[in-house]
């Protein structure tokens, strides 16, 4: 059988770190192993999580077009896709024999003539794969917000400060323009300095060149007076300040820029908010408190079209009486932690590559801004040079280190946040039932529930893969999901 490698990595610096010709290695020993004759080698460097997977699409079309089945031979599922988009393309090539997946590390063969435990298993690995890619995100979102909290600015310092590190963390602190930018708030707030004497007198003075706009930008920029400006809201920093705040509240005064906070509602904690659309309009289904009960109903935006009310416990009841009914046989629940098992053994691989690549570039990031002190101490490039290039080092640095912290804990907790969704999964009938935390049933139906719609009083629903195939149905476990539910 012909066979196309595939070997593929998410980055330019996966790419430098020697990981495409690894995988090959081992894909062409495996294809001499199992006598399959390799046309063609696919070396990717593309995000698997993208909307448009352009090399991977071009691969899909060459195999729709052969007139004889092909083997598509890869790594790891995750080397091949990390969501469920690719499931529907690769499923109907397997269904008419034209593709073979052979995904080497899990030993696992997908074709025509594969079992539901082989789908399974394919499914579970996607999931995992697209688990450990938002864990990776979350992480990120996690340490950041920490950072917010603990009034640490995120991006490259404003005018008047320079990114550096203290006690071998990121910082921000006053750099030799800070005296400049207390000059500036100071001339406007005298009220006799327009913004374009200030932008001429910059240039004048100091040789600083900037348009009307960005001294206005400074101008109205709270950072020199303690805070962060973050989604229109101010937030302490924990940094010098170089500005006070009667000066910088002048500024704004003469400006005619009053600031203003605004607020968020966030309203009662409903159940099912957000969560359902009427499958007559695809208007929201909105909730409704009235004499101390709940009621959910469209909300017609389109059109009215008679929608009705709908008692809160009347879709907990059709809620529970689905989820009653999807339950992972013993069978199915040792497949699925087999699958995590190995793809945590292989992203643990992988994190160690990663850390390794990541700490080599952070030390020549080091090194290198090293070096470029001594250079501009032997009077080799001129001070602009020198600040503008360490800008450029430590922002590198910065984003190295950041990407160390996240991936040091993404793994572990990837794994173990895996299989609490397994035992989420087993015992969600349980937990729907019996918790009263709202967040709880909330995630529970985001993680199993895909396309919900109100039917008048009657929910449809579709369960997302690959919990479709734990339906339990008169007593055996189907593998097609239940795609409506009629609640008398």
Not at 20 to 45: F, G, H, M, S, W
Not at 294 to 317: D, N, R, V
Request: aromatic share 10%.
């Amino acid at each position: 059988m012909k066979a196309i490698i595939l070997a593929r990595v998410s980055s330019k610096e996966q790419e430098d770190n020697n990981s495409i010709p690894a995988q090959t290695r081992r894909l062409l020993d495996y294809c001499q192993r199992k006598n399959l004759e390799v046309v063609d080698i696919k070396q990717l460097v593309e995000s698997s999580t993208k909307s448009n997977r352009r090399q991977f699409s071009e691969i899909i079309h060459g195999i729709r077009t052969s007139r004889e089945t092909v083997a598509l031979v890869t790594d790891t599922i995750d080397r091949l896709q990390r969501s469920f988009k690719e499931s529907v393309q690769l499923d109907e090539l397997r269904k008419i024999n034209k593709v073979e997946l052979h995904f080497v590390r899990e030993n696992l063969l997908i074709s025509e003539k594969s079992n539901s435990a082989d789908i399974l298993r394919w499914d579970m690995g996607v999931l995992f794969a697209k688990s450990y890619v938002t864990q990776l995100t979350d992480n990120i979102k996690r340490s950041q917000e920490e950072k917010v909290r603990n009034g640490e600015w995120l991006s490259k310092a404003p005018f008047g400060y320079t990114n550096t590190r203290r006690n071998g963390k990121a910082w921000i602190e006053p750099d030799s323009n800070a005296v400049v930018v207390t000059q500036m708030f100071n001339r406007y707030a005298s009220g006799v300095f327009s913004l374009r004497d200030i932008k001429k007198w910059l240039y004048d003075t100091y040789n600083i060149n900037k348009v009307v706009g960005q001294v206005a930008h400074i101008l109205e920029n709270p950072f020199y007076s303690g805070f962060m400006l973050l989604k229109g809201q101010r937030i302490k920093h924990c940094y010098e300040s170089i500005v006070s705040q009667e000066i910088f509240d002048e500024v704004q005064n003469i400006k005619h820029k009053a600031t203003t906070t605004s607020f968020k509602f966030a309203g009662y904690p409903y159940l099912y908010r957000g969560l359902i659309t009427c499958s007559e309009c695809g208007c929201r289904i909105t909730p409704d408190r009235s004499k101390g009960h709940i009621y959910y109903h469209c909300t017609q935006y389109k059109g009215k079209h008679g929608a009705k009310y709908i008692p809160e416990h009347i879709l907990t009841a059709q809620f529970q009486e689905i989820l009653g009914r999807i339950h992972p046989s013993d069978e199915q629940y040792k497949q699925v932690i087999d699958v995590l098992r190995k793809s945590h053994e292989d992203n643990e691989r992988t994190r160690q590559r990663m850390m390794s690549h990541f700490g080599a570039e952070l030390e020549k990031v080091k090194n290198r801004s090293e070096r470029l002190f001594d250079i501009y101490l032997d009077g080799e490039i001129t001070k602009e040079e020198y600040k503008s290039k360490r800008n450029v080092y430590n922002a590198k640095r910065y984003s190295l280190e950041n990407k160390l912290d996240s991936i040091d804990t993404s793994i572990d907790e990837w794994h173990s946040n895996s299989l609490a969704v397994m035992e989420l999964v087993r015992n969600a009938p349980l937990l729907f039932t019996e918790s009263s935390e709202v967040t709880q049933k909330r995630q529970i139906i985001k993680l199993l529930f895909q396309n919900l719609e109100l039917d008048g009083n009657k929910l449809r629903h579709k369960l997302r893969k690959p919990f479709d195939s734990m339906v339990k149905i008169k007593g055996c476990l189907s593998c097609v999901y239940t795609s409506r539910m009629i609640h008398k």
